[in-house]
């Protein structure tokens, strides 16, 4: 069974700091995704990570892949309040065409001013 | 900038009652998929809609749940007798795919708030 997880859980942090969210799963995928859910929200894509040494950046949050290590980081830099949200990742279980996703425990992200 | 919708973004029903929630795809989507986040958790995959039939379902997608494609437009989930643990958002997502090339993200829909009292 695919199992997800994150860490930390929970991240309070100041503005201007760098911090990095950990994702680990637990079998072989093909991709790997990290979304973005604000209170009462949807889910807004952020990074789509196809490959191994995959990176990708977007403003302050920057992701990447290892996929012999079964390893995701989202690196958020210089944090600003903007960014406090609830961040998952998701492995991809493909099986035929399926592709459901399996969802990470979730980080909350909190900047504090 | 094409999005999924879902109505209505809130249902309140009581315990025993059908609900039906309703998700307009991406138009020229082909997979459609429903997942649910009880207040709090993570998101669980409930069930996969390909090719007017189920491709794949959760644990938690028993008999008490179906899903349907009743027009080139709709997709909806119904729960027959709700619980009190049914309680939670449901969200809708689709994905595209054209011929030999896979595209793998999925798009997901505001969400529905289902309260069961």
């Known amino acids: 069974e695919l199992k997800v997880e994150q860490n930390p859980l929970f991240l309070s942090m100041q503005e201007g700091k760098n911090y990095t969210i950990y994702c680990n799963y637990s079998t072989t995928s093909d991709r790997l995704y990290w979304y973005r859910q604000d209170p009462g929200k949807s889910l807004e894509s952020l990074f789509v990570l196809l490959s191994n040494g995959a990176v990708k950046q977007e403003g302050r949050l920057m992701a990447s892949l290892d996929t012999k290590a079964r390893l995701s980081t989202l690196h958020i830099t210089a944090a600003v309040h903007d960014l406090s949200a609830t961040y998952f990742c998701?492995?991809?279980?493909?099986?035929?065409?399926?592709?459901?996703?399996?969802f990470g425990t979730g980080t909350l992200l909190a900047v504090q001013p | 900038e094409p999005e999924v919708t879902q109505t209505p973004s809130h249902q309140v029903t009581q315990m025993g009652q059908e609900v039906i929630l309703r998700c307009v795809p991406i138009s020229n989507h082909l997979y459609f998929y429903w997942y649910r986040q009880i207040l709090g958790q993570k998101v669980e995959f409930l069930v996969s809609?390909?090719?007017?039939?189920?491709?794949?379902k959760s644990e938690i997608f028993d008999d008490q749940f179906s899903v349907e494609r009743p027009d080139g437009s709709n997709f909806t989930l119904k729960i027959r007798s709700t619980k009190l643990e049914d309680s939670a958002m449901y969200f809708c997502?689709?994905?595209?795919?054209?011929?030999?090339?896979?595209?793998?993200?999925?798009?997901f829909g505001p969400g529905t708030r289902l309260t069961v009292t």
């Open positions: 809609f390909y090719n007017n039939e189920i491709s794949e």
């Open positions: 998701a492995v991809d279980k493909s099986g035929g065409a399926t592709n459901k996703l399996i």
């Open positions: 997502a689709s994905r595209w795919t054209s011929g030999s090339s896979m595209h793998y993200e999925q798009y």
